[in-house]
């Protein structure tokens, strides 16, 4: 939507807006200090008046399903397009209603209930200071016996998942084989991002599963350039995370708002630092300068939310056979 557009669109509904509360469910990083939340809170309610945005956190695909119909709110964020699907079939979502040719994704999105917000390729991320010649592929990583891992359960982590999902489309049946290899060299698998990436950062392996634009936190907001992404020749998994506007939204033209304030420019580059990943809809040459300075993957992998979903189950079956050898 052009800025002069949404503009008006926030002029037409301001009347309706006031006094307002549009409440978004989101992922407990979403909404949290360190998170884009805060940010995004400020920005949207300087643009709707009076309208008051507040966050309801936790885990939002689980909260889904496990509410249903009963779930208040008006808009939910933060869904990985490896969940989506089970998201849809609950029937909660209505359609967003945002044009989707400003999106640069570098895969084909005509989706119209759910909006992307930003996308990321997941990476191996390791200590210059530990590893002085990082494996350049996925190969060469299952065959490194120096290096020590830490990452992520795909029953319990998105990113997790998003590895199962990797080396399915790599390795397809033959991925226990690469589960029982990295399992050799695991310091632990965690059920989340957060406590993988902790120890990574105490010194407790030289490299951890996360995304290919971590570092530029590091780089950013500690001055810190001795963490990297190992880059693989075979590509790498790419998730985006979306936004939709649940059917029983008790303040549908805010929810539409906000679903319009998402391709904004001020949402993308709050997303882009808030969030440290790529912003849905932003062209790569006005990203920071710090992400555009990256090591970037040339090759997307990528399942849609169909296969992704027909995979989890064997995947998961494949990799507890390679765990448990």
Same mark, same amino acid.
């Given at each position: ?14 009347? @309706? ?7 978004? $469910? /989101? #992922?407990?990083? =979403? ?23 507040? &966050? ?5 695909? #689980?909260?889904? @399903? ?7 709110? %008006? ?17 909660? &979502? ?10 640069? +994704? ?7 209930? =759910? ?22 592929? =996925? ?13 992520? %359960? ?23 084989? !690469?589960?029982? /290899? ?6 632990? !698998? ?21 995304? /290919?634009?971590?570092? /530029? ?13 190992? $880059? ?9 995370? !979306?936004?939709? $506007? ?5 303040? #549908? ?9 998402? +391709? ?17 809809? +932003? ?7 710090? @992400?555009?300075?990256? #090591? &970037?993957? %040339? ?13 989890? %189950? ?12």
């Amino acid at each position: 939507m052009k800025p002069i557009l949404f503009a008006a669109a926030l002029i037409t509904t301001g009347g @309706m807006a006031q006094s307002q509360t549009l409440t978004v $469910i /989101a #992922p407990d990083y =979403f909404g949290s200090e360190w998170g884009p939340g805060p940010a995004i809170k400020d920005g949207f309610e300087a643009r709707c008046g009076t309208c008051t945005l507040e &966050f309801r956190t936790g885990d939002v695909l #689980p909260r889904l @399903m496990l509410e249903g119909d009963r779930l208040e709110g %008006d808009v939910v964020i933060g869904l990985s397009t490896d969940t989506t699907l089970r998201a849809r079939d609950t029937g909660l &979502f209505a359609p967003h209603g945002q044009p989707l040719d400003a999106l640069t +994704l570098p895969i084909d999105w005509d989706d119209e209930t =759910f909006l992307p917000f930003n996308w990321g390729y997941n990476a191996w991320v390791y200590d210059k200071t530990r590893v002085e010649n990082p494996p350049t592929s =996925f190969a060469e990583l299952i065959e490194r016996e120096d290096i020590s891992l830490v990452w992520q %359960d795909p029953r319990s982590s998105g990113a997790g998942l998003a590895l199962l999902l990797w080396v399915d489309q790599l390795y397809g049946e033959d991925a226990a084989d !690469v589960w029982a /290899a990295l399992s050799e060299r695991t310091v632990t !698998v965690t059920a989340g991002w957060s406590e993988a990436y902790g120890l990574f950062t105490e010194g407790e392996a030289d490299m951890v599963l996360s995304y /290919a634009t971590s570092p /530029a936190y590091h780089i950013v907001a500690e001055d810190d350039d001795s963490k990297a992404a190992a $880059i693989f020749d075979e590509g790498h998994y790419l998730t985006a995370e !979306v936004a939709g $506007i649940l059917t029983g939204a008790e303040n #549908p033209e805010l929810a539409t708002d906000f679903m319009a304030y998402i +391709l904004s420019a001020e949402f993308q580059d709050m997303i882009a630092y808030g969030n440290w990943s790529y912003p849905s809809a +932003l062209p790569r040459q006005d990203w920071p300068e710090v @992400m555009r300075d990256l #090591p &970037f993957p %040339d090759t997307p992998i990528h399942y849609d939310e169909a296969k992704a979903e027909e995979r989890r %189950d064997p995947a998961l079956d494949l990799w507890l056979q390679g765990m448990t050898r």
